[in-house]
């Protein structure tokens, strides 16, 4: 199975994509997790990066084809994979053609009050990476760690102002890559989150079912 998770930001791509790889045994690439790496550890090049993730802007398309192109390839023949949060932009799509073919869309559906909520809620360990919430997922002590005690931060991109412009840029740029995709005929697998407490067990299950009716599970 070679999947593109789509769905705003804060849709929970990497919560769903997390447990699909647990679950189908594929490999899951966070173009996310690969720039907040590359900020870490590559000076120049994520100081380029930082500057637009932190200004709620896309990493030009000719950087993140490369990072893109050297994850790829670490992937066992025969393995599938879960992109998630790339292509953004059809320029990419069209880029991501020339590197792999693409079985399955799997596409989250969340609204944008719900996106906005949940965000400027979230916080995340320094340390392990895990993810709280202030208002529905606390940790049991005030910004601290359950799982190792380390600091709680909130990301600087995530604040009201920069996730509706992040949404903006979802609407304007992302959306007409789903009408791609339709019109290339590749198959949609649809979930929908209408609440703020809705866990994603139940969601994650429905995803499966119909993956394995579809023969791509
Ligand atoms: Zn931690």
Redesign the pocket.
């Known amino acids: 199975m070679k999947a593109i998770m789509f769905g705003p930001p804060g849709a929970g791509k990497g919560t769903y994509a997390s447990r699909l790889k647990q679950k189908l045994g594929v490999e899951t690439i966070a173009t996310g997790d690969i720039f907040r790496e590359l900020i870490k550890e590559d000076p120049e090049l994520g100081r380029k990066v930082r500057d637009y993730v932190e200004k709620g802007l896309l990493v030009p398309h000719e950087v993140v084809v490369e990072v893109l192109k050297q994850r790829l390839s670490k992937i066992p023949e025969g393995k599938g994979f879960i992109l998630d949060g790339y292509p953004r932009t059809l320029e990419q799509a069209k880029a991501l053609e020339a590197v792999t073919k693409i079985d399955v869309i799997l596409l989250l559906d969340v609204p944008d009050w719900l996106i906005i909520e949940r965000l400027s809620s979230r916080r995340i360990?320094r340390?392990?990476?895990?993810v709280y919430n202030t208002r529905f997922l606390k940790p049991k002590v005030d910004g601290v760690?359950?799982?190792?005690?380390?600091s709680l931060y909130q990301r600087s991109d995530d604040n009201p102002e920069v996730i509706k412009k992040r949404l903006q840029v979802y609407e304007e740029q992302t959306k007409p890559l789903l009408k791609y995709f339709e019109e290339k005929k590749v198959p949609f697998v649809v979930s929908k989150t209408t609440s703020l407490d809705q866990p994603p067990e139940p969601i994650v299950d429905k995803m499966i079912e119909e993956l394995k009716r579809r023969k791509f599970a």
């Not at 340390?127 to 895990?130: E, K, S, V």
């Not at 760690?145 to 380390?150: A, E, F, Q, R, V």
């Open positions: 360990c340390n392990c990476g895990a760690c359950d799982k190792c005690g380390g």
